[in-house]
Every structure is written in C-alpha cells, then in structure tokens.
C-alpha cells in the first residue's frame, strides 16, 4: 500500500475528488444551489408550507372544539362566535351548550354526532348566562322561588332545548359561566335569527339587567334595545308585569318582615330579581 493510497483512505469522501477534481461536498452544495436557482422549483415547497400554516390556521380559528369555558382562550371573547347545540337548561336565562364548531359542514348531525348520554357530557359542555337579562330567581338555597321563575324556565326549555345557536362571547361571570348574546333560527329558517334574551323580555319573563357592577349587554345599542323592549313589555302588561302573582308579593313580604316600613306606593309594583335577592338577604339577616 503506497502512501498515497493510505492517505486516500484516511480521508473521508467529502474529501475525495471526482474526475473534475471538484469535492463530492461540492458537486452537492452546486446541484442544490442549481435546483434553487429555477424558480418554478420554489413552487411546491412553498405552496405545501403555506397550506400546512394555513389549515392549521383555520382549525384553531374555526374547527377547534371548545369542551369548557376554561378551554375558551381569552383572544376568542369579543372577536368569535361560538356555534353549538343547547343541551340542558338549568334556569329563565342560562343553559349548557354543546360547542359544534364548523356546524354541518363539519360533519355534526351527520358524521359526527352531539352525546346525549348524562356520562357522556360532563365535562365536555359550555356553561352559558345570557347577556344583558335577568330571569325570575327559582326556589334554591333554602329560598323560594320568585313568581314567573317557573314560565321563565319553561319558556326558554322550549325556545332553545335540543336547537343550536350561535353565541357571540363577551367573558367569563364570577360563576365560570360564559356571558353571551345568543341567536337563533326557528322554522322556517330563511326567517330573520332572533335573540333568545330580546324574546324573555317581550314576553315579561325577564328584565334587563340591574346591576351597577359587571352588567354586559354587548354595546350601549343593544341595551338601549334591551331597556326598551322590557318597558314595552310593562306597558303591555304580559308576563310578570301583567299578573297579580307577579306584582306586589315581594314587597308585602319584606313590609311584613321589616315592620311595615316598606312603602305603600312600592306594594303592588312587581319585584324584579335585583329586588328578590335584596328581600333574601334582608330576611336571612334579620334571622
């Protein structure tokens, strides 16, 4: 073995020579440098890149499922809407949605499927508070339930039960609930969608919100919209404002409670549910 031969062993092939006497390192660094120097090669790459970006864009944006308002990422509230099928109500203005994302041409209702099993849905729905409005309280706590509480429920059972919605999310409550206005379409559907908190208060089975703190209703238009619709509501005397159940029971309650001091002239008004919590509280403090 000669020395030369040795030496060309030692080294290793991106060292070695071609018949050109150019490095096999350099013939690979020229092809590749060649191959990107046409552009029409840039083409495929590029596109596969953009389109992986872009799919996975649009999943996170529109496809991705929602089990829980904890999974809801805080980018989402004031910006998306959620689309999903109500699939309990618990009260006159709250439910749990079933997050649909993508809707039918997603595959729901038809290749995949919304559970219904009790099992199968803890833990995989959207705690839901309607904006802007405040349904009669029901009997919990120890309390009792305030008139029209029990039509409120069952208004809203048969509005939105079992039908999907669509949510515009506003935020997270105190109570992990998801504050939102919610609308749907009912048949026949090429019918304007309608809002299910604007429908409560037409019909007397709400108000609009009273709080001073933490009140959400979508924008200074809508609840002028909200405000408007519960005065309507008065004048027509529908709902809690046009039965004698509705109008007067609070306040001769809390008269009797706090020895009479209640006014005269609020005796007859209907109690609204900012009302009702007041009355609780000063009952169970006087306990």
Do not use: C
């Amino acid at each position: 073995m000669t020395k030369d031969d040795d030496g060309g062993r030692g080294k290793g092939w991106f060292s070695a020579k071609n018949g050109n006497g150019t490095g096999h390192g350099d013939s690979w660094t020229d092809a590749a440098q060649n191959y990107l120097d046409v552009p029409g090669n840039w083409i495929a790459p590029v596109a596969a890149a953009v389109l992986t970006l872009g799919a996975y864009s649009f999943y996170q944006s529109y496809l991705r499922r929602f089990p829980t308002p904890h999974h809801i990422a805080p980018g989402v509230f004031r910006n998306r809407s959620l689309f999903g099928k109500v699939t309990s109500v618990g009260d006159g203005d709250g439910f749990h949605l079933y997050h649909t994302p993508g809707g039918r041409l997603a595959g729901w209702g038809w290749l995949r499927r919304v559970p219904t099993d009790r099992k199968q849905l803890k833990g995989q729905t959207i705690s839901i508070r309607l904006a802007g409005v405040d349904a009669p309280e029901a009997a919990h706590f120890g309390r009792p339930a305030q008139p029209f509480s029990a039509e409120a429920l069952s208004f809203l059972e048969n509005y939105v039960l079992h039908r999907r919605v669509r949510a515009y999310v506003y935020k997270r409550d105190q109570y992990e609930r998801v504050v939102a206005t919610v609308y749907l379409r009912r048949a026949p559907f090429f019918f304007p969608r309608r809002d299910v908190g604007l429908e409560l208060l037409r019909h007397g089975l709400a108000v609009a919100y009273e709080g001073k703190t933490g009140a959400e209703f979508g924008g200074d238009k809508m609840e002028a919209v909200y405000r408007e619709a519960e005065e309507t509501a008065k004048r027509k005397r529908v709902g809690m404002w046009g039965s004698a159940a509705g109008r007067g029971v609070g306040k001769k309650l809390l008269a009797k409670a706090v020895g009479g001091s209640a006014s005269a002239a609020a005796v007859g008004k209907s109690e609204t549910p900012m009302e009702y919590k007041r009355r609780m509280k000063a009952l169970e403090g006087g306990e």
